[in-house]
T-cell receptor
Framework: KAGVTQTPRYLIKTRGQQVTLSCSPI?????VSWYQQTPGQGLQFLFE???????NKGNFPGRFSGRQFSNSRSEMNVSTLELGDSALYLC????????????FGSGTQLSVL | ELKVEQNPLFLSMQEGKNYTIYCNYS?????LYWYRQDPGKSLESLFV?????AVKQEGRLMASLDTKARLSTLHITAAVHDLSATYFC??????????FGTGTRLQVTL
């Protein structure tokens, strides 16, 4: 059974650009969450999607957005990139929202120059 | 706002020794997770603790939960070098959003 797949693995952008990250959950999983990991702030919740609906959102500016498709794949978008957006972005999937176990992908390492 | 604190932040220990990582959280939660992260890698789920008094063990790691004290511990028995990693606890707050602790970087030396 394939795990959570995130693409791309690494990304380099410049300030002001926008970026789209992709996450394919484990087959059959309908809930996808996104987290940002930085050395300074640690792991912080971005948002959670279930059945194409955003269920929960963290304390991030509106430049951060996401969506989920009917096949449960999810994308997150960051517009007008800032240097502070450099981070590891992790996606996690679970069977349904609020279940016992989250499975994390390998992450997308975003560097903003 | 839910806060999760871990200590210590960094732990250097010799192989064969025992030690405990502590995780305190500020408000009532219905589940607590422990994850392991190797450098440059993703998070690997270790334990999910669902109720007061829950204890789970896997190999040299044992996790416990005291919901009244809002405290979880991750105990390492007879550490080996392969356990070197960063360990995170995380607690569910509203809905299924996870709030993570700061992480404990464990270094096991020969």
């Amino acid at each position: 059974k394939a795990g959570v797949t995130q693409t791309p693995r690494y990304l380099i952008k410049t300030r002001g650009q926008q970026v789209t990250l992709s996450c394919s959950p484990i087959s059959g999983h309908r809930s996808v969450s996104w987290y940002q990991q930085t050395p300074g702030q640690g792991l912080q919740f971005l948002f959670e999607y279930f059945s194409e609906t955003q269920r929960n959102k963290g304390n991030f500016p509106g430049r951060f957005s996401g969506r989920q498709f009917s096949n449960s794949r999810s994308e997150m978008n960051v517009s007008t990139l800032e240097l502070g957006d450099s981070a590891l972005y992790l996606c996690a999937s679970s069977l349904v929202a609020g279940t016992e176990k989250l499975f994390f992908g390998s992450g997308t390492q975003l560097s903003v120059l | 706002e839910l806060k999760v604190e871990q200590n210590p932040l960094f732990l250097s220990m010799q192989e064969g020794k025992n030690y405990t990582i502590y995780c305190n959280y500020s408000t009532t939660s219905d589940r607590l997770y422990w994850y392991r992260q190797d450098p440059g890698k993703s998070l690997e789920s270790l334990f999910v603790l669902l109720s007061n008094g829950a204890v789970k063990q896997e190999g040299r790691l044992m996790a416990s939960l005291d919901t009244k004290a809002r405290l979880s511990t991750l105990h390492i028995t007879a550490a080996v070098h392969d356990l070197s990693a960063t360990y995170f606890c995380a607690v569910t707050g509203t809905a299924s959003k996870l709030t993570f602790g700061t992480g404990t970087r464990l270094q096991v030396t020969l």
